[in-house]
């Protein structure tokens, strides 16, 4: 018990020491199976960040640590390149090494997953699920519109270091995007 408690605390200490000390090997995230869905006079959105881990990110992920993803959704005119809706969720993941377990939280549905399960953690990590983004009463029945998605993530605090820790540095310090092409309020209705 006691090892594996130290091998856990271990690896947050080598994290520290890798973001602080050396160059962090980075990937480049981007966004798949966008996609925006009507009902009624509602529209959702979903979406997958794909390319997203690391080894060094795997490891943080595992430390014990609370760790942060935001994802900004976007609906922009595209005559004017205006926000006409926008919404902001974070989705938030954390090992509990007591339970030997992950929890993922996201704020666009208020759900927790729970699942000793890696892959299965990080996947619901990264994904939004058909979550409500705007209702169709924003949209102009002749105006085109396009949808504009991003993420980051987080700094965070680590014990013993006295400033934050860009956790971006695992994305190469750059914000995945994706914006679609311009639509308008008819094609979604079909």
Not at 88 to 97: A, C, K, R, V
Request: proline share 3%; glycine share 4%; charged share 25%.
């Amino acid at each position: 018990m006691f090892q594996f408690l130290a091998d856990k605390l271990g690896a947050g200490a080598l994290i520290v020491s890798q973001l602080l000390l050396t160059a962090v090997v980075g990937t480049d995230p981007y966004f798949q199976e966008v996609e925006l869905e009507v009902s009624g006079d509602r529209l959702y959105c979903s979406a997958r960040l794909v390319e997203s881990f690391t080894p060094d990110l795997d490891m943080l992920l595992q430390s014990g640590d609370t760790v942060t993803i935001h994802f900004e959704v976007d609906l922009l005119n595209s005559q004017t390149d205006s926000i006409v809706a926008l919404s902001d969720w974070n989705h938030q993941f954390q090992y509990s090494i007591l339970e030997d377990d992950y929890t993922v939280y996201r704020a666009e549905d208020d759900h927790t997953v729970r699942t000793t399960d890696f892959e299965e953690a990080r996947q619901e990590w990264v994904k939004i699920d058909r979550s409500l983004f705007c209702r169709m009463r924003v949209m102009e029945d002749h105006q085109k519109y396009y949808l504009r998605i991003s993420a980051y993530m987080e700094e965070m605090e680590m014990p013993g270091v006295t400033k934050k820790v860009n956790l971006m540095s695992y994305w190469n310090r750059i914000r995945p995007v994706h914006i679609s092409e311009p639509f308008m309020k008819r094609q979604l209705a079909q």
